[in-house]
């Protein structure tokens, strides 16, 4: 499954279009308001996500919580299960959303996940035992999971190439932006009742349900977002594939760039669409049980095909190593972790926790400005070995002064210094462009269950993070911070060596970097070919006139202004 050349696309008409489309970064986000304003709406479920991420940090220093919750509270097993249950179905949740997201639409699928999320979110914030806090967790877990695959996938088939990857950025500016206001929240309410053990359940449960009000406005008016062209492409609904690009493009249906857009996802699809006929003629009658034995081997064609399996291997060692930085652990038990290192009192350490998420915040801004400009391989890989040095030192301030803090007031500053550089590292690097290469890998045919596959690298490993970091932190102390630096070199390294860049590619482009021309026979070649002639794409690049469809879409949106 899936092709070179382009998927597919003329050589001629793919040099047409690079010539055709519009700024990069910031400056294509400014012209093309329409999708830079659908991008940030669909980016709620990060901040959903975020919010999540960062409450239940505050929720388990509080001690009302503390009090109501103690039987798992008090044990760091139980601690750990009680925050790494909703990692756990997140895991489940992405999994069963790359065949929702191919079947239902990536529109209605996000419509479902919030749904489910706000289930979960009830039975969190009503509880009295720990039992519902584990099932709550679970249920929104398996909202946050599809959200965290279907929000990107979308976002990526909604964006122009030259935007694209800032746009998958605005999914971590959201989740970071949610992460800001759980711990400033968390801090807000701590005083509901006051701080020690007369504090009011208010204080804990507010925060809880708060995640309700994003979640439906987002599910609200999902509705009033348009399909993605490329699942509509899937869907033979070539009409709404174009008029949606159209409208995202701000051009006519007419005009070269959309057309050129168009044909690329046709001709990607009609390709994958012969091959399958090819492999698998038995299983072309259109039935559910055909169908979901085609799924099946398409999921076997992501371990059997050599091409596809370097994808494979690419977004799930991405996120693997976006996991084993470190920064769940950071999140999940922030005010723990600054309380060990000198920070007195369950409010000082609270508000240590709300820098964590400003600086984070800030930090991603100019990924979303700049990722297109300067590309993913820098980015990461700077970041990973910035965030490995703070590990580092960390570890060993920790070392030497662990049962002198208070002794040693500016090393504790200096290593809760370390703590927000980290956040700082993440939030431009690692937190963005991981999810951007999860979604632009994938041929059309098998993205949804390419994107869950690697998606789910990131939930199983998170899931282990949270679970085991309170026994590291309990029983090997500084060396948590030496295991999690390691690994953040491990990741530079493996992004340096073995990862392709991807800057600028369009995701039909996506498998010439992934090596999948020398893969093909040549009759695939040649049926490539003969497609983008059949369907009129080569003609794009080979004829071309002299009017305003020739101009760049920002050139268009310029004479726009003017008129």
């Not at 406005?217 to 348009?226: A, D, S, T, V, Y």
């Not at 370097?310 to 922030?334: C, D, E, H, K, P």
């Not at 703590?419 to 045919?445: K, Q």
């Not at 690049?541 to 050139?555: A, I, T």
Request: hydrophobic residues 45%; charged residues 15%.
């Amino acid at each position: 499954m899936g092709g070179g050349h382009a998927g597919g696309a003329s050589p001629y008409a793919a040099k047409h279009r690079q010539a055709l489309q519009g700024k990069s970064g910031w400056a294509g986000l400014v012209h093309n308001r329409k999708i830079f304003a659908n991008a940030v709406f669909a980016s709620l479920g990060g901040l959903l996500y975020g919010y999540n991420q960062g409450v239940f940090s505050g929720v388990l220093s509080m001690a009302s919580f503390d009090q109501r919750m103690a039987s798992a509270v008090s044990n760091p097993g139980t601690k750990g299960w009680l925050v790494s249950i909703l990692e756990l179905g997140a895991w489940v949740g992405v999994l069963s959303t790359g065949y929702l997201a191919d079947k239902l639409s990536r529109k209605y699928t996000i419509m479902l996940a919030v749904g489910v999320f706000c289930v979960g979110v009830i039975v969190q914030t009503a509880a009295f035992q720990p039992s519902s806090i584990y099932g709550g967790r679970f249920i929104t877990g398996l909202g946050v999971g599809s959200l965290s695959m279907a929000v990107p996938l979308y976002n990526a088939e909604l964006s122009p190439p030259e935007v694209r990857g800032s746009l998958v950025a605005l999914q971590q500016l959201a989740i970071t932006f949610g992460i800001l206001i759980s711990f400033w929240i968390d801090y807000g309410t701590n005083y509901i009742g006051g701080t020690g053990s007369g504090q009011s359940e208010v204080a804990w449960r507010i925060p809880l349900a708060m995640q309700l009000v994003p979640a439906i406005i987002l599910g609200f008016g999902i509705i009033f977002m348009p399909f993605s062209p490329r699942w509509l492409v899937n869907q033979c609904r070539d009409e709404e594939a174009v008029a949606v690009l159209s409208r995202a493009r701000r051009l006519p249906p007419d005009s070269d760039l959309v057309q050129i857009e168009f044909l690329e996802i046709k001709a990607q699809y009609i390709f994958e669409k012969e091959m399958n006929a090819l492999k698998f003629p038995q299983f072309q009658d259109g039935s559910f049980s055909s169908n979901l034995k085609l799924g099946l081997h398409a999921y076997m064609s992501l371990v059997t095909s050599r091409t596809l399996f370097y994808r494979v291997a690419v977004g799930s060692m991405t996120m693997f190593f976006q996991q084993w930085t470190g920064v769940n652990a950071i999140l999940y038990y922030a005010p723990s972790i600054f309380s060990d290192l000198g920070m007195t009192g369950n409010t000082t350490s609270l508000l240590a926790t709300g820098v964590v998420g400003v600086v984070m915040f800030l930090a991603t801004i100019p990924a979303v400005i700049w990722i297109d400009k300067v590309g993913r391989k820098p980015v990461l890989i700077s970041g990973a070995f910035i965030m490995a040095t703070c590990h580092l030192t960390v570890a060993v301030l920790t070392a030497l002064y662990h049962n002198s803090w208070s002794s040693h007031p500016t090393a504790g500053w200096v290593a809760c210094a370390c703590v927000w550089i980290f956040s700082v590292a993440f939030g431009y690097s690692w937190g963005p462009c991981s999810w951007i290469l999860v979604a632009e890998i994938w041929p059309l045919s098998i993205r949804g269950k390419g994107v869950s596959i690697a998606s789910s690298s990131n939930w199983m490993n998170n899931f282990i993070v949270g679970q085991v970091t309170p026994t590291m932190l309990s029983h090997i102390g500084f060396g948590t911070f030496v295991f999690f630096g390691a690994f953040a070199f491990l990741g530079g390294f493996f992004i340096m060596f073995f990862v392709p860049e991807t800057k600028g590619l369009t995701l039909e482009e996506m498998d010439d970097v992934f090596g999948d021309r020398e893969g093909l026979a040549v009759a695939d070649q040649q049926r490539q070919n003969a497609i983008a002639d059949r369907i009129g794409l080569t003609a794009f690049g080979q004829h071309k006139g002299g009017s305003d469809n020739e101009k760049s879409s920002h050139e268009l949106f310029d004479d726009e202004g003017k008129a």
